[in-house]
Nanobody
Framework: QVRLQESGGGLVQTGDSLRLSCAFD???????TGWFRQAPGKEREEISA????????FYTDSVRGRFTTSRDNAKRTVFLQMNSLKPEDTAVYYC??????????????WGQGTQVTVSS
């Protein structure tokens, strides 16, 4: 069974930075990775994605310019660097893996999530 595991969440103040990590096992070599978040009472949204080679990335409007996703395939880890955090960034953050990369991509494997809380 393939696995992904997020880490790096926590409680920070407005304007602070956090870096999330998503460790994946070897069964997901070749997969694209997406970052999602779900705030209380809201639907889960895809906020970023990166293809396997790291040459293409996607960001939703609300995080573009503040968040950066990258990957180190040798370490089987994908990162989400989050800068200039705002209270509205408070959510559970998930990483997920997909066999392909593109608009409407289906993600087949999911991590358990990590909580990010930004205080005002």
């Amino acid at each position: 069974q393939v696995r992904l595991q997020e880490s790096g969440g926590g409680l920070v103040q407005t304007g602070d930075s956090l870096r999330l990590s998503c460790a994946f096992d070897g069964g997901l070599n070749g997969y694209a990775t997406g970052w999602f978040r779900q705030a209380p009472g809201k639907e889960r949204e895809e906020i970023s994605a990166i293809n396997w080679s790291g040459t293409s990335t996607f960001y939703t409007d609300s995080v573009r310019g503040r968040f950066t996703t990258s990957r180190d395939n040798a370490k089987r880890t994908v990162f989400l660097q989050m800068n200039s955090l705002k209270p509205e960034d408070t959510a559970v953050y998930y990483c997920a893996a997909a066999a392909g990369y593109g608009v409407g991509q289906r993600y087949d494997y999911w991590g358990q999530g990590t909580q990010v809380t930004v205080s005002s």
